[in-house]
């Protein structure tokens, strides 16, 4: 990651025309720190300059949120079902992994394909209800959660659904990121 100097921050402040106190505070740190990092006078510790700069890439418009990249459509899977309804069902939709909820739908895990390939050989597979074949790594975020958040999550699990108000209003799988980054 290369760190902006403070003429890059002047700059891109002055581009988009927020004064010293509007960036202050949208990036949540005092006007007179704002003059003294642009002026070069002191250097901001690496949280306060992504701060600025995340400000900064909000006011530019150039941060994208889960809203922005989330599928939708949400097709997921009742932990109750059985491991071949959930095959059949990505199958039909054309997907490597469903979400899996309980009775309140809500999210509880993810089965996916290599789910279903570990536990081949392994008795009825096919009978077997979804919570035990499916794999726990799934993440929940908001709406307005950053690309950064949700990045981060996605090292870890294989999706990251998005909830508004108790409610599963999308998903986002790393296909969504790179669809957005190309």
């Known amino acids: 990651m290369e760190l902006p100097t403070p003429s890059d921050l002047r700059e891109r402040r002055k581009k988009i025309d927020l004064t010293q106190s509007e960036l202050a505070e949208m990036a949540d740190v005092s006007q007179p720190l704002i003059a003294r ?7 901001p510790r690496l949280s306060t300059l992504r701060r600025i700069v995340e400000a900064l890439n909000e006011a530019e418009g150039a941060v994208l949120h ?12 009742s932990e109750d079902e059985s491991v071949a309804a959930a095959i059949d069902l990505m199958g039909e ?10 009775a309140g739908e809500t999210p ?19 009978e077997r ?3 035990e074949v499916m794999g ?7 709406p307005d959660a950053s690309l950064d958040e949700v990045n981060s999550y996605l090292n870890y699990n294989k999706a990251v659904i998005v909830q508004r108000e108790g409610r599963m ?5 790393e296909a969504d990121i790179a669809a957005h980054l190309s």
Do not use: K
């Not at 889960?66 to 899977?77: F, G, K, P, Q, S």
């Open 37 to 43: 990092i642009e002026g070069g006078d002191v250097d």
């Open 66 to 77: 889960a809203a922005d990249i989330m599928n939708e459509a949400l097709t997921y899977v």
């Open 93 to 102: 939709e054309g997907f490597s992994q469903l979400p899996v909820v309980d």
């Open 108 to 126: 509880v895990g993810i089965i996916s394909n290599s789910d279903v390939r570990r536990h081949r050989g392994e008795g009825d597979l096919d």
């Open 129 to 131: 209800p979804v919570r």
């Open 136 to 142: 726990d790594g799934i993440h929940t975020v908001g």
């Open 169 to 173: 209003v999308g998903i986002i799988t």
